[in-house]
């Protein structure tokens, strides 16, 4: 399952966003066997309530504004009154 970790509190809690609906769920930052850090993606396993293991995954990637200019087939704009 797809999370984020939304927020740290009083760096001893780790805040997560869990799945599509974001449920919130919260932590000890010792659970982890990484660095944590606001904004970090992560790919969890649960049961019930307890995390049972956590891995970080890049986060995904925007697209590139000129990459997407760069595809574009044709101007959607007339030159020269044609």
Not at 43 to 50: H, N, R, S, T
Not at 57 to 81: I, T
């Amino acid at each position: 399952m797809k999370a984020v970790i939304d927020r740290m509190v009083d760096q001893t809690f780790v805040v997560l966003l869990v799945g599509s609906e974001e449920k919130e769920m919260i932590f000890p930052k010792e659970a982890f066997s990484f660095p944590v850090r606001e904004g970090l993606h992560l790919e969890i396993e649960l049961a019930g309530d307890q995390l049972l293991k956590a891995e970080k995954v890049d986060a995904p990637k925007k697209a590139d504004p000129l990459e997407r200019l760069r595809k574009r087939q044709h101007s959607r704009y007339k030159r020269n009154g044609r």
